[in-house]
T-cell receptor, first 114, second 117 residues
Framework: AQSVAQPEDQVNVAEGNPLTVKCTYSVSGNPYLFWYVQYPNRGLQFLLKYITGDNLVKGSYGFEAEFNKSQTSFHLKKPSALVSDSALYFCAVRRSYNTDKLIFGTGTRLQVFP | GAVVSQHPSWVICKSGTSVKIECRSLDFQATTMFWYRQFPKQSLMLMATSNEGSKATYEQGVEKDKFLINHASLTLSTLTVTSAHPEDSSFYIC?????????????FGPGTRLTVT
């Protein structure tokens, strides 16, 4: 069965420092991977996706993610964190190749301190 | 583009009453709409998938008679929580995929917070 794991409930980082939010996946076949961000009492906003192609995917708001097949990881990164990046981040994988259904990780709360 | 709205953004109702939540794709036609439920500090749990003009497909463990889904058009899906109870209090989020697109993205609405007293 397809699944994603976000091993960290919370990540704390100082403003200006690089940030990483971790995600590992378990899929059969080629993975379709996504990152979404959720601000308080709001729906999810799409950040980026990996379907195929370059392992380094660039997305919205300066975020990027690196697909690593050997480590089955899709970590979200940003070179310089902003206080406004503080939010809840979800990694997701498409349930199978013939469906749009997504399976979400448990989420990681990112706290950027000034 | 690809904006999804939900109405209402929050609702408080009494136990035993029914509540309808609307999900609209404002600037695109949605092939499929999804309904999720999110408990505090938890992930999104898919409740059901709906396609225009056909019956919704419910995930295992979701009561179809309690959570009625109607997908009347390519831009509107509704979720009705029937005979609501306090345990139905949650944040309900819908999403949609764009007709004809191969981007594999789901576009999410802002969510509806339901509180049952």
């Amino acid at each position: 069965a397809q699944s994603v794991a976000q091993p960290e409930d919370q990540v704390n980082v100082a403003e200006g420092n690089p940030l990483t939010v971790k995600c590992t996946y378990s899929v059969s076949g080629n993975p379709y991977l996504f990152w979404y961000v959720q601000y308080p009492n709001r729906g999810l906003q799409f950040l980026l996706k990996y379907i195929t192609g370059d392992n380094l995917v660039k997305g919205s708001y300066g975020f990027e993610a690196e697909f690593n097949k050997s480590q089955t990881s899709f970590h979200l990164k940003k070179p310089s964190a902003l206080v406004s990046d503080s939010a809840l981040y979800f990694c997701a994988v498409r349930r199978s190749y013939n469906t749009d259904k997504l399976i979400f990780g448990t989420g990681t709360r990112l706290q950027v301190f000034p | 583009g690809a904006v999804v709205s939900q109405h209402p953004s929050w609702v408080i109702c009494k136990s035993g009453t029914s509540v309808k939540i609307e999900c609209r794709s404002l600037d695109f036609q949605a092939t499929t709409m999804f309904w999720y439920r999110q408990f505090p500090k938890q992930s999104l749990m898919l409740m059901a998938t709906s396609n225009e003009g056909s019956k919704a497909t419910y995930e295992q463990g979701v009561e179809k008679d309690k959570f009625l889904i109607n997908h009347a058009s390519l831009t509107l899906s509704t979720l009705t929580v029937t005979s609501a109870h306090p345990e139905d209090s949650s944040f309900y989020i819908c999403s949609a995929t764009r007709e004809g697109a191969s981007s594999y993205e789901q576009y999410f609405g802002p969510g509806t917070r339901l509180t049952v007293t």
